[in-house]
């Protein structure tokens, strides 16, 4: 199954979109790159073993299947797709890596065409180290983005929201570290103590101006295959 990190890769992809598009030129659902840009844009080594780990994550983006009913015309409907709809790697003479070219699901693809459905992502999120971090990052972006005064979320509920194995204790502890060292960029985050209740994460945008635009910040590229 795909990780948190993983999702690195379709950050890229969405990043190459909507900013080729912007740039007026045609987009595709067939991606080539090469195996160099997604890692230094993802913020990982170039070295042979970091080539291995990209590899092994488009594989269980494309084996990872995801049904959901957004952006379903019928209550109640489920479309189902994966990450990945294929992949391929290109490699020189001697077997080294030159090139890879991977098809998006058309799901995905046509959701980062929807500008309501993308939002942008501090570029320093590929620094944070912790998976809880980055997915608690993803909740804040989610909800913290626009609102004037944050957003606030119990303990109790952001635990069944995570799927997390740890018990509620273990990840309130874990909650209580992050809200300490403040590792999200461009938030702020706080811990409200309730006397009849769980503890209660809340979170405020450090800046709200800086995500006004759905446009991931990123150079566009013209390295699109034909359309789909």
Not at 9 to 29: K, P, Y
């Amino acid at each position: 199954m795909a990780t948190i990190w993983d999702a690195d890769i379709l950050i890229w992809a969405a990043s190459q979109i909507v900013n080729a598009r912007d740039a007026g030129l045609r987009t595709s659902r067939l991606m080539a790159t090469t195996p160099y840009e997604i890692l230094t844009f993802t913020g990982r080594g170039v070295s042979s073993r970091d080539y291995q780990r990209l590899k092994a994550a488009l594989d269980r983006l494309q084996s990872t299947t995801i049904a959901t009913s957004i952006r379903q015309p019928a209550e109640g409907r489920r479309h189902r797709f994966s990450w990945l709809n294929e992949w391929q790697e290109r490699t020189d003479r001697d077997g080294r890596p030159v090139g890879i070219e991977l098809i998006l699901p058309d799901w995905f693809y046509r959701a980062v065409l929807d500008d309501a459905l993308v939002l942008t992502i501090d570029r320093t999120y590929f620094d944070l180290t912790g998976g809880l971090e980055r997915w608690l990052y993803r909740i804040v972006r989610k909800h913290g983005g626009h609102q004037q005064y944050g957003w606030r979320f119990d303990f109790a509920h952001l635990h069944h929201k995570s799927g997390s194995l740890s018990p509620l204790k273990h990840f309130a502890y874990d909650l209580r570290d992050i809200a300490r060292r403040q590792p999200l960029p461009g938030y702020r985050l706080g811990i409200e103590h309730q006397v009849d209740g769980p503890d209660v994460l809340t979170f405020v945008a450090t800046n709200p101006a800086a995500f006004t635009s759905p446009r991931p910040a990123r150079k566009p590229s013209s390295r699109f295959g034909g359309k789909l």
